[in-house]
């Protein structure tokens, strides 16, 4: 059982444009949501994170909405740049979980100059 | 300040065998947890140690256990390894309160990716 889902594998966008990443999750637990990116051969680096009690985190190019009726968020990149290509991971954990993170599988963002 | 070290970065094991990965957390950091990436997919949370004590586990078998050392570096070991266990180990390490409503970010480092034929 999948708890966060991203339904996009793969996303391409041209540069200076804006990318939007999706994901939607099913635990109404979740209280705290990341947005991590990944290069090969490196560990994830965070992104951007965003509390339950806000609808929207903002730094820099990066915004993260957070729609809990829907149980959806979705990360906005603008404009994108070529190094944004990477792989996009979500994650959520729940304060009364010991902060374990529950990733999606990842879209993977090409941005083509 | 320096980041999230793990070692090696790289290994291979047959079938059976046991494996060991060391993890150095970020300076000021005192939790860190595990997490496997196979190929193509997210990564799972294995386990959290929080000042010493295991803080929560994921859904893995007993043959993976780990430590946390008094200077918040990790270990983690697998026993009987499977050839599923092959796959990317990330460790992540964050500053945690024992208090309720202390939201963490955690971060990764670069991994060890573990073949196991």
């Known amino acids: 059982d999948q708890q966060v889902k991203q339904n996009s594998p793969s996303l391409s966008v041209q540069e200076g444009r804006i990318s939007i990443l999706n994901c939607d999750y099913t635990n109404s637990m979740f209280d705290y949501f990341l947005w991590y990116k990944k290069y090969p051969a490196e560990g994830p680096t965070f992104l951007i994170s965003?509390?339950?009690?806000?609808d929207k985190n903002e730094d820099g190019r990066f915004t993260v909405f957070l729609n809990k009726s829907a149980k959806h968020l979705s990360l906005h990149i603008v404009p994108s740049q070529p190094g944004d290509s990477a792989v996009y991971f979500c994650?959520?954990?729940?304060?009364?979980?010991?902060?374990?993170?529950?990733f999606g599988g990842g879209t993977r963002l090409m941005v083509k100059p | 300040e320096t980041g999230v070290t793990q070692s090696p970065t790289h290994l291979i094991k047959t079938r059976g065998q046991q494996v060991t990965l060391r993890c150095s957390s970020q300076s000021g950091h005192n939790t860190v947890s595990w997490y496997q990436q196979a190929l193509g997919q997210g990564p799972q949370f294995i386990f959290q140690y929080y000042r010493e004590e295991e803080n929560g586990r994921g859904n893995f078998p007993p043959r993976f256990s780990g430590l946390q050392f008094p200077n918040y570096s990790s270990e983690l070991n697998v026993n009987a390894l499977e050839l599923d266990d092959s796959a990317l180990y990330l460790c992540?390490?964050?500053?945690?309160?024992?208090?309720?409503?202390?939201?963490?970010?955690?971060?990764f480092g670069p991994g060890t990716r573990l073949l196991v034929l």
């Open positions: 965003i509390s339950s009690i806000k």
């Open positions: 994650a959520a954990s729940a304060n009364n979980a010991g902060n374990m993170l529950t």
């Open positions: 992540a390490s964050s500053f945690g309160t024992s208090g309720i409503g202390y939201q963490e970010t955690q971060y």
